[in-house]
């Protein structure tokens, strides 16, 4: 399966000088998705997890699939605000500012092995305070399993836990 005929590319979104990796078009070709599943499935169940971490909001639309093919839990990791009950959160740093992501606090039993799951991994700084939220929580961070890679941006190299990718770019 030729998957980088099924991502459009947008320039400039959602600011100048940024090129858009859009899974829209993934999204929408069913033999595709079920391909592109398929193929995070293994690279997910290598890491032999018992729960999936999802990063808002494209994580989510992966994660679903592959935490049901490995009959996983799932959990959610989202922005400020938008988990009822109770949560725990991460702040961090950006480029200017910061930001804040969160997640349930009583969903993932202590010492759990999870594996994060997000649609592209660019710098590396979501993915990242992700492992330290889930680590807040008593999580095993044991794998991060990406659809698409900007290798360019080194972002694996922020990441002192195992991972992969199926798609690399490398501009
Ligand atoms: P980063 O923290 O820089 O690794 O950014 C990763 C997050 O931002 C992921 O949740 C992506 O969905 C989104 N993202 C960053 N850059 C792009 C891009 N060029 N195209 C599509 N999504 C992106």
């Known amino acids: 399966m030729d998957f980088k005929a099924h991502i459009r590319t947008i320039a400039d979104f959602p600011k ?9 078009t993934l999204l929408a070709e069913p033999p595709a998705f079920a391909a592109a599943i398929a193929g995070l499935d293994r690279l997910v169940q290598g890491y032999r997890p018992d729960c999936l971490a999802a990063i808002e909001s494209r994580g989510f639309l992966f994660a679903a699939p ?8 799932l959990a959610l990791i989202r ?4 988990l009822p009950g109770s949560v725990i ?5 950006l480029e200017y500012g910061a930001d ?5 606090a009583d969903l993932l039993p202590s010492g759990s092995r999870v594996v994060l799951i997000d649609d592209l991994i660019a710098t590396g ?4 305070a992700s492992v330290a939220l889930l680590r807040k929580v008593g999580a095993e961070v044991v794998g991060a399993v990406f659809l698409i890679e900007l290798a360019g941006l080194g972002g694996r190299a922020k990441l002192d836990v195992p991972s992969a990718s199926l798609l690399q770019y490398q501009d």
């Open 125 to 128: 700084g979501t993915a990242a």
């Open 16 to 24: 100048p000088g940024i090129q858009f990796y859009d899974i829209s």
């Open 100 to 104: 804040h992501i969160e997640i349930s």
């Open 89 to 93: 959160g991460h702040t961090y740093a």
């Open 66 to 73: 592959l935490a049901l093919a490995a009959q996983a839990r």
């Open 79 to 82: 922005k400020r605000g938008k």
